[in-house]
């Protein structure tokens, strides 16, 4: 995409790092009250009055995190955002600004940056939330994003990870192991390309789990469902390394054990048919993929009825002494302990 030679390319060092800026961030509106001073100053002023703040950061690594091959820099820059934002609602807070930093080589002209910024921009207005701020600098290796999210949360409603109990439900929202299967479609008509350069990869079978990994949104609904049903999660974490090693987070910072049931595990049809197609196990796939940016959370029973005629929650398991330990309960009603095998960061 960036590679294209018919493009209009500016060259970054046309402008100075300020006018980057300027550039890059000339069309981000204030929306909260909270943002007193955005970008434009040596910093960002806030006023959270009686509310908690929260706080989350992510760094994006080119050949790391994301594949410019196939992974549209608007797409990229979407996606740099809502990840942050997840973490954000996995605390039971509601997101109100971002910063984003970058580092640039300079096979990038600012009309890549510019598509880049676009994508943080669509998730700033469809999330709500404030730019206020980052940095720019060049880079030898490709390119990088870090981005800052910062939310707010009233006193009390605040989530943690450790707070879960034995006989709480264990429910997960949505469906899981789409954003994986995304990834092994992507890569292999990549493979595919580097064969054949003048074929045309057909993504359209593959619609759903294509844009759960290019285009994931995060749980802002959830957030505001539980609210409304007067359910408050007694632990909660975002799926972004995979169901399993979530499950050990939340068991291990709470002090209990699990027992999870495959057959509740939630599977999209075109996960468990692309599955298939590549002679992958669907239950493996969704414990172990990863990037689903679905909440994963824990509840005492006394408020299933809240949710159980909800479409968007699935009752997965529950939570045990920590003696029981974790366990994957098959279909085959046998016990398989829990292992954490997601997303690693230094793998080599």
């Not at 006023?47 to 703040?53: A, E, L």
């Not at 992510?58 to 820099?73: A, G, I, K, R, T």
């Not at 720019?136 to 879960?164: C, F, P, Q």
């Not at 995304?182 to 057909?202: H, I, W």
Request: net charge negative; hydrophobic share 35%.
């Amino acid at each position: 995409m960036i590679e294209d030679k018919n493009q209009e390319r500016t060259p970054l060092s046309h402008l100075g790092e300020f006018a980057l800026i300027e550039h890059l961030t000339k069309n981000f509106r204030i929306k909260h009250t909270s943002t007193l001073k955005g970008v434009g100053d040596d910093a960002a002023v806030l006023d959270f009055k009686n509310k908690k703040v929260v706080l989350t950061t992510d760094l994006l690594v080119e050949s790391v995190h994301f594949d410019l091959s196939y992974m549209p820099l608007k797409h990229l820059g979407y996606k740099a955002v809502i990840v942050n934002l997840s973490d954000v609602y996995a605390m039971n807070a509601t997101p109100t600004q971002i910063t984003v930093s970058i580092a640039v080589s300079n096979r990038f002209p600012l009309e890549a940056l510019e598509d880049l910024y676009a994508g943080i921009e669509t998730a700033t207005n469809i999330y709500n939330v404030d730019l206020i701020g980052g940095d720019t600098t060049s880079s030898n290796t490709g390119l990088l994003i870090s981005v800052t999210a910062i939310g707010e949360v009233e006193e009390g409603k605040e989530v943690y990870r450790d707070g879960a109990k034995p006989n709480d439900l264990l429910v997960v929202s949505g469906d899981l192991g789409g954003a994986y299967m995304g990834l092994q479609v992507l890569e292999r008509e990549k493979e595919v390309y580097k064969v054949n350069p003048s074929s045309q990869p057909d993504l359209e079978p593959y619609t759903y789990i294509v844009e759960r990994q290019l285009k994931p949104e995060a749980r802002k609904d959830i957030v505001k469902l539980l609210n409304d049903l007067d359910v408050k999660p007694t632990s909660m974490i975002d799926i972004s390394d995979g169901l399993s090693s979530e499950i050990i987070h939340l068991c291990k910072q709470s002090g209990v054990g699990c027992d999870l049931y495959e057959e509740k595990i939630p599977l999209d049809p075109a996960v468990i048919s692309v599955c298939e197609e590549f002679n992958i196990d669907s239950t493996t796939v969704a414990l172990n993929g990863g990037e689903d940016y679905e909440l994963l959370f824990t509840i005492s029973q006394e408020d299933f009825p809240k949710i159980k005629a909800n479409p968007n929650f699935t009752v997965i398991g529950f939570m045990k002494e920590a003696e029981s330990g974790m366990h994957l309960v098959t279909r085959s009603e046998s016990k398989i302990p829990l292992k954490a095998q997601g997303w690693k960061n230094f793998n080599v």
